[in-house]
Each structure stands twice: as C-alpha cells, then as structure tokens.
C-alpha cells in the first residue's frame, strides 16, 4: 500500500511523540494565525506531530486556534490525520482506562471559529464525521495491540474548559453520546472541508461527571489513566505507520 503523508494532532497526556527522530520544530504561518508542529519520523516514516494546546501548552480547548491547526497541516501536503483525545465516559460499560475508536459525535461547543468558509456558501457532508478507512485501519490495529478498547461510541464534544453537570451528562447519554471531551469539534469538521482524512483514537480517564465512580473528579487517577492509556496509543501509531 502506498504510504500517505500522516500527522498526529495529540492532545492532553500526549504532548510530544516519545519515539520520534530528527525532530525539527516550526511555527508556521497561515491566513488564519500561526500553528506550532514538529516534523520528524516515526517508526522511519517521515511524519507531522502537532501539539494542540500548543507548546509550551496553553491554549485550553475552546481557545484553540483549529483552523490555524488545520491549515498548516494542509500546507505541509498532509493527507490524514490521526487526532488524539482525552475523553471520559458517559456510558457506564466504558471502563477507565481504556480506548475508544468514535465514530459518530455530536457537537455542544458554541463560539469557536469552526469553518473555512465564512466567505462562500459551501456545505460539506458531514454524516459520517470520521474517515471510514482510517477508522478501520485504527480499529484492525488497536484489536491487535492493545485492551480493553472499544471500536464505535458516538464523542460528545462539549465547550468546557470546565468539566459537565450531573445533569449534563445525563442529557448527553439521553441524547446517545458514550463519551465526552471538549476537542474534537471543530477540529474534525476542518479537516473535512479541506478534503483531508481524519480520525480519533480516544482515551477514556474518568467516569463523566454524576456516574458512580465520579463523586469528585479524581485528578490523580485520571493521570495514571492518561498514561497507562498513551503508552497504547503510541504503539498504536508507530504500527499505523509501519503499515503505511
Ligand atoms: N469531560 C469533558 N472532557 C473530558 C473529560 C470529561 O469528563 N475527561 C477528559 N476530558
């Protein structure tokens, strides 16, 4: 199979891409604010690794500046995108840790600068939002490497930077979400109006907000979650690559 240009956007817990070589640094410019990445390879493929809160991190979700993000990545001739997000759990049989393969999501974020086409009226279908031959790629490697995993959920992304209400997540499990995180959108939607395959390998930290498990948000538990659960995205990534 030929080999596609890949970058991997990471998100919380996955920072900088443990592994990579001849890692050279940039701040790009494009017409809607600069974006900082790292070109290097992995697993001796040539690859883009694009820190989403920034470097050092800063930007907390709702400020993130995704077209930037996006654009860049579509400047540099990338054609899919593997996006890493942390993510807790609305429906209870999700366990923590564990990783989830969405494919369907549901968007609660409001006031982002979500679209390129702010000029021009232009609609892109959206009615599967994760690229089907990534996700399936994503979903033939994590059922090899790694468990407990899950491989369809439907990501409900919210604004944040605060964490939901009780009643919030029950609203959402209403409304058929599994997970819930706060990056996805419109992240996934940019990469789909500029024509760039993209998909999202979750990992689940904390029970959501009200289920049993969740009295307080656990800080503590959540990063050993988070790391206990990067260490498999990270082989997950180095065999997608290799595969090519
Ligand atoms: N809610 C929203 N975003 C998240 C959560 C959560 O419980 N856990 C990790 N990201």
Not at 58 to 69: D, L, M, T
Not at 154 to 168: K, S, W
Not at 193 to 203: D, G, K, Q, R, T
């Amino acid at each position: 199979m030929m080999s596609q240009t890949t970058a991997v956007i990471g998100g919380t817990g996955f920072a900088e891409f443990v592994g990579m070589i001849n890692e050279r640094w940039q701040y790009r410019r494009t017409p809607f604010g600069p974006s900082t990445l790292v070109r290097g390879s992995v697993s001796g493929v040539d690859m883009v690794f694009l820190p989403r809160h920034g470097r050092p991190a800063r930007f907390p979700p709702h400020a993130i500046n995704y077209r930037a993000n996006i654009r860049a990545l579509r400047d540099l001739g990338i054609e899919r995108i593997v996006a890493i997000n942390a993510v807790g759990s609305v429906n209870p049989d999700i366990p923590v840790p564990s990783l989830i393969i969405p494919d369907q999501l549901i968007d609660y974020t409001w006031g982002r600068a979500h679209t390129f086409f702010d000029g021009a009226i232009h609609h892109v279908d959206f009615t599967e939002p994760f690229d089907a031959a990534l996700r399936e790629q994503l979903c033939t490697i994590t059922s090899e490497v790694t468990s407990p995993y899950r491989l369809n959920g439907v990501y409900g992304c919210t604004q944040g930077p605060r964490l939901e209400t009780a009643a919030e997540i029950r609203r959402m499990a209403a409304d058929g979400c599994d997970i819930v995180g706060m990056t996805a959108m419109p992240e996934a939607a940019l990469a789909r109006e500029l024509e760039m395959a993209y998909a999202s390998i979750c990992v689940n930290i904390n029970p959501a907000a009200g289920l049993e498990g969740a009295h307080q948000m656990d800080f503590e538990a959540m990063s050993a979650a988070l790391e206990t659960g990067m260490a498999a995205v990270r082989k997950i990534l180095e065999q997608l690559l290799l595969n090519g």
